[in-house]
């Protein structure tokens, strides 16, 4: 967390807290169409009905090419930074951002790859357990554009179900035209992948805070959502269980019965 951030008494910065369904980006390149927060995870949430949901965590990796600015889009975030100098990666960074969605605490863990081939196999041993795989291009790079379904398929092979994106970084360094032509070309590699696409700048910030709001908006619904549908599994399968055990103990009572009175006859 960055210095200086007003922290409340959750331990939640002021700057993190969530109280509404940020809406994708590009409204014809998303697969997640949910526009809020499902019923069902807001009740949980008002009535205070979340203490026993899960560890209410989830990680996020971020992969792509080397230099397309993941790291710099990362530090944009979590410390409201830009750094010019191009510093490499080495393996894995990761940063924790805690946030407070419908007033339940929320840690996001990011793990930012290295995009550089020597460190891939480092890298990929992160991926393991994702929720969220954002996959990065840089808009002025065709080449990293190209290599995004690599990387996705790469990153959501051992994840559980995550919920994917496509970020086209570097955004401040186009035109408005130059971005419209690159702009079609990601909405179709977005739609292949079955990811949500976003424009962004690591550099001017832009979208960059609306962006991880998305992100962690999503997987936080669908996160409780299973969640929730968990316990409810696990409570009815328990009366299930109650029930059978039920039937089973009257079922003795009335062969204990019986053997009691044909005693009974018996002594007669
Ligand atoms: N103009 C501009 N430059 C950017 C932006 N984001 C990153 N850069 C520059 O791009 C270079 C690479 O940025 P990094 O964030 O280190 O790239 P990376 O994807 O983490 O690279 P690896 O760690 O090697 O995979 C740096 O020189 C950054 O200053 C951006 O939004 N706009
Ligand atoms: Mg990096």
Redesign the pocket.
Known sequence: MSAGRTVLSNNVSKDRVVSKFEQAYHADATPYQKMNFHPKVKSACSENRTGTVGLKISKAVIV??????????V?RFCHDV????????IGVDFEVEKFSILSTNFTFQIW?????ERFKCIAASYYRGANVVIV?F?LTEEDSLNNVDRWMEDASENASEPIKFLIG?????LSDAAYEDIESRAVDAANRLGAEYWA?????GENVREFFFRAVSLTFDSQMLKELESTRTVSSKQIGNDLISLQKQNTNLYEAQKKKKLKCCDTS
Request: charged share 35%; with cysteine; net charge neutral.
């Open positions: 792509g090419d080397v230099s397309v600015g993941k790291t710099c889009f530090n830009f750094d010019r100098d191009y510093k490499a990666t930012d790859t290295a995009g550089q990065a840089d970084n570097k955004r401040d360094l962004v700048s690591a550099k001017t």
